[in-house]
């Protein structure tokens, strides 16, 4: 199997190869055709996050399920992997940032589709406060596995609760 084209999209599982290639500007709106960020990256700020979170060793998203983390952004980013049988398969890499600069990163269409669905119900951040998800690892109807954000909903509201503490009490000095 040879790579497709840079700026194209492939399925991250093997067993799809038969699908053909999509242009990531297609697939994830965004400023580039080498990165997508879930906020808009206009300062050198920016930049150096988004450089880093591409380029710095970051935690295995298999290592997290069912975890609640606190999600400040998002970036996808083209990589090529070793599939099985050695063969090297182009693909969308997206690496969540934490709150506390933590970053962590999967290989997954069904993670792919959670971020940009959070970007559609959150709006583009930088979000007020960070997003409490859950990653989740699901079977497919095929049987394959893929993983899917789940926001956590008691997360938000502890941390709602916990800012309203928190302003009562600089009020109240």
């Known amino acids: 199997m040879t790579a497709p084209p840079t700026g194209q999209l ?30 808009p990256v206009a300062t050198q700020s920016d930049r150096v996050l988004v450089h880093n979170a591409r380029n710095k060793e970051a935690k295995r998203l298999d ?7 606190l999600l400040k952004g998002a970036i996808a980013h083209h990589a090529t992997v070793e599939v099985e049988g050695g063969e090297m398969m182009q693909c969308v890499r997206v690496v969540l940032i934490l709150n506390d600069g933590t970053t ?13 669905d959070l970007v559609t119900n959150f709006g583009e951040g930088p979000w007020p406060k960070p997003l409490p998800i859950i990653p989740r690892q699901v079977k497919t109807r095929k049987g394959y596995r893929t993983y899917k954000l789940e926001v956590d909903a008691s997360a938000d509201q502890f941390l709602e609760q916990r800012e309203e503490a928190l302003s009562r009490g600089r009020k109240a000095k």
Do not use: E, H, K
């Not at 699908?19 to 965004?30: E, N």
């Open 10 to 39: 492939v399925p991250a599982n093997p067993s799809d190869a038969q699908v053909p290639a999509v242009p990531l500007r297609d697939f994830m709106a965004g400023p580039r055709n080498d990165y997508w960020a879930s906020w």
């Open 104 to 116: 962590i990163a999967g290989v997954s269409d069904g993670l792919v589709a959670s971020v940009r």
């Open 63 to 69: 290592d997290v399920l069912n975890q609640t983390l």
